[in-house]
């Protein structure tokens, strides 16, 4: 059974820094690529980073480019989502996945989920 468990959600004022995190469980995730969708009150489940377990390489929506950084550790089965320079845009529900595809930025490629973190910004 996959385990997909979000930490770190909350409450900051606009400009501040949020870090989440996403502890894998389950089963090896070493061919995987790990991210980070958002959702936001009435609007669709969003990209907003991905990470290829394996080679590392990141990928990022035009928004958080420079403000989000993705990454991972290995000996936790954990990865995180440093979230610096937040704006009130940035308020949604953020959910960690898990995908079998190199790569993947649309919901439909991903079959693992986490049940989301809260993360309000307020202005």
């Known amino acids: 059974q996959v385990q997909l468990v979000e930490s770190g959600g909350g409450l900051v004022q606009a400009g501040g820094s949020l870090r989440l995190s996403c502890a894998a469980s389950g089963r090896t995730f070493s061919s995987y690529t790990m991210a980070w969708f958002r959702q936001a009150p009435g609007k669709e489940r969003d990209f907003v980073a991905a990470?290829?377990?394996?080679?590392?390489?990141?990928y990022y929506t035009d928004s958080v480019k420079g403000r989000f950084t993705i990454s991972r550790d290995n000996a936790k089965n954990t990865v995180y989502l440093q979230m610096n320079s937040l704006n009130p845009e940035d308020t949604a529900v953020y959910y960690c996945?898990?995908?079998?595809?190199?790569?993947?930025?649309?919901?439909?490629?991903?079959?693992?989920w986490g049940q989301g973190s809260q993360v309000t910004v307020s202005s």
């Open positions: 996945a898990a995908s079998e595809s190199v790569g993947a930025t649309t919901t439909a490629a991903y079959h693992y």
């Open positions: 990470l290829s377990w394996r080679g590392g390489r990141t």
